[in-house]
């Protein structure tokens, strides 16, 4: 059993969702329902704006403040985007890479994916990176074949050491936000192929020390059978995310 070497990470991705004064309120509103949990890191990735405001809620709390991505220049003529050296002097470590939804709505490639990867952990952050199948792969059968390219596409050229601080997170694109879960079965496998994909790239050490969290409708009432599988090792949550007393319950279940 390798689940008890790993450290288990349960993060809110809040996608656009609050402003800073709503932020602020719910920060204020879970800090001390989450206080004194330690059997998990807690992370809430915030739109760019809100971050600050939350930070400041969350200020000597177990509560860590993330971003939702990161553009994979160092700097220049970018309109609109947000360089690690930025988020770093804001006093953020974590980093959402490769969303689906970004994939999805904003043209996002593993290309583009590993570039921002790269940039952010040259940088110092912890990236979490997001990688799923869709309805369609999981239908014909090819699930495994997607993870792992995508696992090999988008840590192209990040080296053994640096994978210290890289979190991934199984997102099987058809339980996003659709009410419906992968079973418990179908998460511990499919994180278990990307720890295969991740082993045949930097061996198995580093495969069983690496963080894979499964997300994708995660909730205050499946949290516990999915985050008690030997390959999932956390969660990232959307909708779940937002209600103070949802999340806690899943905090909760990754143990106090
Ligand atoms: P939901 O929990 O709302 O399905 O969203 C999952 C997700 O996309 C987390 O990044």
């Known amino acids: 059993m390798n689940k008890a070497k790993r450290k288990v990470v349960i993060a809110g991705n809040w996608k656009m969702n609050f402003t800073p004064s709503e932020a602020d309120k719910f920060i204020r509103e879970i800090k001390p329902m989450l206080a004194g949990k330690s059997g998990c890191e807690i992370v809430f990735c915030a739109p760019y704006v809100t971050i600050a405001a939350a930070q400041k809620a969350a200020e000597g709390s177990n509560i860590n403040i993330g971003a939702e991505n990161v553009h994979f220049a160092e700097k220049g003529a970018y309109t609109g985007e947000v360089s690690a050296a930025m988020l770093k002097e804001c006093g953020v470590q974590y980093v959402i890479i490769g969303h689906s939804e970004r994939r999805q709505y904003f043209a996002e490639t593993d290309a583009t994916v590993n570039a921002r990867v790269k940039a952010a952990l040259a940088a110092g952050m912890t990236v979490i990176l997001c990688l799923g199948e869709v309805k369609e792969q999981r239908l014909s059968g090819i699930t495994r074949e997607v993870v792992s390219m995508q696992t ?14 890289v979190i991934i997170a199984y997102e099987p694109v058809w339980a996003i936000g659709t009410g419906l879960t992968a079973t418990p079965e179908q998460a ?6 990307i720890r295969d994909a991740l082993a045949e790239i930097y061996g198995r050490e580093i495969a069983d020390g690496t963080t894979i969290q499964y997300g994708g409708s995660m909730n205050e009432k499946n949290a516990a059978e999915l985050l008690a599988k030997e390959n999932v090792d956390g969660g990232l949550i959307g909708g779940a995310s937002l209600v103070p007393e949802k999340f806690k319950v899943i905090v909760e279940a990754a143990g106090n």
């Open 188 to 193: 511990d496998e499919t994180c278990g192929q």
């Open 152 to 165: 090999k596409l988008d840590l192209e050229g990040v080296t053994a050491e640096q994978m210290k601080n």
